[in-house]
């Protein structure tokens, strides 16, 4: 998902996230189990983490981590902050109700 979303928008780095916000396993991953993938022009790396708590504290932890990935991975002095939006979307089984 990174690579290609740094290839659509023409991007110097992108982040992918995907996993198990919970409270109940998702396809046999358990809640809290959350894969980040951060690219850049020569590096890519990938990551597991797993975040305790309800799922509104493991979207928190991992919008930060995420951000912090993407930040580690920009080449010093070239990463400008403009602005910052995280937004939530609904789990799956609340949404259309």
């Known amino acids: 998902m990174a690579v290609g979303v740094r290839s659509l928008l023409d991007a110097d780095l ?5 996993g198990a916000v919970g409270p109940d396993p998702q396809m046999d991953h358990a809640p809290g189990s959350v894969w980040f993938c951060v ?4 590096t890519r790396s ?3 983490c797993r975040f305790d708590g ?3 504290e493991v979207i928190d932890r991992t919008a930060e981590y995420a951000l912090r990935h993407l930040l580690g991975a920009s ?4 990463l400008r902050t403009v ?7 609904r789990p799956r089984s609340d949404r259309g109700r």
């Open 14 to 18: 992108a982040v992918a996230v995907t």
């Open 39 to 42: 690219t850049a022009e020569t």
């Open 46 to 48: 990938a990551t597991h």
């Open 54 to 56: 309800p799922p509104e």
């Open 75 to 78: 080449p010093a002095g070239r």
């Open 83 to 89: 602005g910052c939006r995280i937004h939530r979307t």
